[in-house]
């Protein structure tokens, strides 16, 4: 399905599960679904086989603080050598497991846990000390370098950390596995800092994100329907599945909010120093040779031919590869600008499953072949003097339920610059977020987006009641103020924290 983001279809259906079939080893562990939504489709695998043992132990010695309290691998600058001392190439032992996709996506998880560490610790030692990160290591070694690439090419991934496959939607584990994905019931299987410890910040980071996409099931059974209704015209449908992905969204929201309590931004910049990328990083200025891997025919890379070395560059860990509000994006059409910083947005597309970005791109294309958008909001009728009262109710209603689905996707990319703003910008003055993007202009780029979708909508449907009894209603009316001041601050905000530190404002 992976050719699917490239030429996106707009066939009738995409086979989106409703049993997830979490004991199916032959199928990917990401699969788009309506009970599990973006969540793999089993609980992530904690227990590696045998034969990797000294990956494992690795790993439960590396973080900064360990299971036991005691200092790691991390804490002391140890981890490179041991990685020398210690790791044997264990890419035949990859092998040997190629058909149990789920446990090859905990491999990948696990080396890509050990490359990001080996290749930024000496950054991490800088960062202590409160020096610039400097560079990083510049080359993977083939014991790292070698089974990371096999467990990405059979998952389906990069070769180097993503937030679904590694670091976060495959990161979790049940304390009671009989207490389900209760929020209290989450723990990391994997750390740089002090995440094994689950009140620590980093733990509250990674596992509020696992929290807000066990609410996606709804959400993507809900566009789907949306897609469904479309088609024969079935507004009373309409409006209950834009019902179930406005409440959705809610819940997301609410979850994401507890981000301020269960994370502290003073706690933040520690172990993001490990979720840096390869791309566009001072550390990484020409990306990283991986040893003994042959170059990426899809990827610009420098090749040394006498032992297939290659220079290989990938964007760091970001939420932004998250695929709930990229969902909704497509399927109510909202328009991003042309800039430099929505390319960026785009280049995303490909770190994330391969299933959810061939879904992402079906809902887009079929939300537009079905004039979605215009149908729902009767962008080119009703006349005003229609007189069937109880289909003029309908498209209010939907036209409502538009709006706050809008407004949820406002909310979501409002409290993400608020986050930026205050866990990163105010802390320090690295100037790209950990995939590689301008830290100060990406997220305003779409969140102005969805401010400009909102405002243009909303004129373009009379919603300020100019249309006589087609007014949307006071609760409208509310969140369009709010969006106008948005609008504002997010203008005077960017600019001051633009000329704070030198750069140009692009995009808003």
Not at 375 to 392: I, K, S, V
Not at 416 to 424: G, L, N, Q, S, T
Not at 488 to 498: N, Y
Request: charged share 25%; glycine share 8%; net charge negative.
């Amino acid at each position: 399905m992976g050719s699917l983001e490239e030429t996106p279809t707009a066939n009738t259906t995409f086979p989106v599960l409703d049993d997830p079939r979490p004991d199916d080893t032959s199928l990917p562990a990401f699969m788009v679904s309506t009970t599990r939504g973006f969540l793999p489709r089993m609980d992530p695998i904690v227990t590696l086989p045998a034969e990797f043992d000294a990956l494992e132990s690795l790993l439960q010695r590396m973080p900064i603080k360990t299971q036991s309290g005691e200092p790691g691998l991390l804490a002391r600058g140890m981890l490179g050598d041991a990685v020398a001392r210690e790791l044997p190439d264990l890419t035949e032992c990859v092998d040997t497991y190629k058909h149990n996709l789920p446990l090859v996506n905990a491999l990948y998880r696990d080396y890509s846990f050990l490359a990001s560490a080996y290749l930024l610790e000496p950054c991490h030692e800088r960062f202590v000390r409160g020096e610039p990160y400097g560079l990083g290591r510049q080359v993977l070694p083939a014991n790292i370098a070698r089974p990371i690439a096999r467990c990405a090419a059979l998952c389906g991934f990069k070769p180097f950390m993503e937030y679904a496959g590694s670091y976060a939607l495959f990161n979790y584990r049940l304390s009671d596995p009989s207490a389900g994905l209760s929020p209290s019931n989450l723990r990391l299987i994997r750390a740089f800092e002090h995440g094994l410890d689950p009140t620590s910040s980093e733990a509250g980071f990674v596992l509020v994100h696992v929290d807000m996409v066990r609410n996606s099931g709804p959400l993507v059974a809900g566009a789907v329907a949306c897609l469904d209704a479309a088609p024969t015209r079935d507004r009373q449908s309409l409006n209950t599945a834009l019902r179930e992905v406005v409440s959705s969204l809610r819940r997301v929201n609410a979850v994401m909010e507890t981000m301020w309590t269960r994370s502290k931004p003073a706690s933040y910049t520690s172990f993001r120093t490990f979720i840096f990328g390869i791309t566009a990083q001072s550390m990484f200025p020409h990306g990283v040779v991986y040893e003994g891997v042959d170059p990426d025919p899809d990827q610009d890379s420098e090749t040394d031919s006498n032992n297939h070395n290659s220079r290989r560059s990938f964007r760091g860990e970001s939420g932004a590869n998250d695929s709930m509000v990229p969902l909704v994006d497509n399927l109510l059409q909202i328009p991003m600008p042309d800039t430099p910083l929505t390319r960026i947005l785009d280049d995303f597309r490909a770190y994330r499953p391969s299933n959810h970005r061939a879904f992402l791109a079906w809902v887009k294309a079929r939300s537009a072949q079905i004039g979605l958008k215009d149908w729902a909001l009767a962008l080119h009728g009703p006349p005003d003097d229609d007189d069937d009262e109880t289909m003029r109710q309908e498209i209010i209603e939907s036209r409502r339920l538009w709006l706050a689905a809008l407004n949820q996707v406002r909310d979501f990319r409002w409290r993400h610059w608020c986050f930026a703003r205050e866990y990163i910008l105010k802390r320090t003055s690295h100037p790209t977020a950990t995939g590689g993007s301008p830290i100060v202009t990406w997220l305003p780029n779409q969140l102005q987006a969805a401010l400009g979708e909102m405002s243009r909508l909303y004129e373009a449907i009379g919603g300020d009641g100019g249309k006589g009894e087609w007014g949307l209603g006071d609760e409208c009316r509310d969140i369009m103020d709010l969006v106008a001041r948005q609008e504002e601050t997010l203008r005077k905000e960017v600019a001051r924290f633009c000329e704070e530190r030198g750069v140009e404002g692009v995009g808003v």
